[in-house]
Antibody
Framework: QVQLQESGPGLVKPSDTLSLTCGVSGYSISSSDWWGWIRQPPGKGLEWIGYIHYSGNTHYNSSLKSRVTMSVDTSKNQFSLKLSSVTAVDTAVYYC????????????WGQGTLVTVSS | QSALAQPASVSGSPGQSITISCTGTSSDIGAYNSVSWYQQHPEKAPKLMIYDVTNRPSGVSNRFSGAKSGNTASLTISGLQAEDEADYYCSSYTANTPVFGGGTKLTVL
């Protein structure tokens, strides 16, 4: 059974780059599936950030595209998110999730990690 | 893309049925059968409950069902139980882009 686990700093300074990694266990990241990031500001709804295939192909939310970079490390079975020039509005719980190939839903999710942007 | 419209809250008594609506446009919900629903308990990750409008993943109770009419999708929960109290999010997938609804808080009275 696939398990996902987010890791990274819980506190990031304004204007810095937020960096998170999602470790995948029980499943090969080099499958046909896509690997995504979704965030949720405190007390608010879900926002899709983007997703990546092990081949390196990506799709990003157009509203965040200029600040987002995703990458995959197949040797470590993990994928990563970088969000640059962060501000307080980027404070959120960040989830990584698995999206089956050619489908529009996320069937497995990590537990989420809270990232606070503050000086 | 704009977020899908959901009621902020719904409520029902144990044993009753409730329906949560999710309204989009003719370009998203109305155009494709790629609507999914997620359940989120407090401080927990979302859980997929319905995909492709009507399908339930393995392990999801058959008390949960989905439907779509025009630009509006819906999630019905029958035989409400206390454990169903949670936030529910719809999502539509168009042009490689998932869009979520604003979420609906379900209270079991």
């Amino acid at each position: 059974q696939v398990q996902l686990q987010e890791s990274g700093p819980g506190l990031v300074k304004p204007s810095d780059t937020l960096s998170l990694t999602c470790g995948v266990s029980g499943y090969s990241i080099s499958s046909s599936d896509w690997w995504g990031w979704i965030r949720q500001p405190p007390g608010k709804g879900l926002e899709w950030i983007g997703y990546i295939h092990y081949s390196g192909n990506t799709h990003y939310n157009s509203s965040l595209k200029s600040r987002v970079t995703m990458s995959v490390d197949t040797s470590k079975n993990q994928f990563s998110l970088k969000l640059s020039s962060v501000t307080a509005v980027d404070t959120a719980v960040y989830y990584c999730a698995k999206k089956p190939a050619a489908q529009g839903w996320f069937d497995s999710w990590g537990q989420g990690t809270l990232v606070t942007v503050s000086s | 893309q704009s977020a899908l419209a959901q009621p902020a809250s719904v409520s029902g008594s144990p044993g009753q049925s409730i329906t949560i609506s999710c309204t989009g446009t003719s370009s998203d919900i109305g155009a494709y059968n790629s609507v999914s629903w997620y359940q989120q308990h407090p401080e927990k990750a979302p859980k997929l409950m319905i995909y492709d409008v009507t399908n339930r993943p393995s392990g999801v109770s058959n008390r949960f069902s989905g439907a779509k009419s025009g630009n509006t999708a819906s999630l019905t929960i029958s035989g409400l139980q206390a454990e169903d109290e949670a936030d529910y999010y719809c999502s539509s997938y168009t042009a490689n882009t998932p869009v979520f609804g604003g979420g609906t808080k379900l209270t079991v009275l």
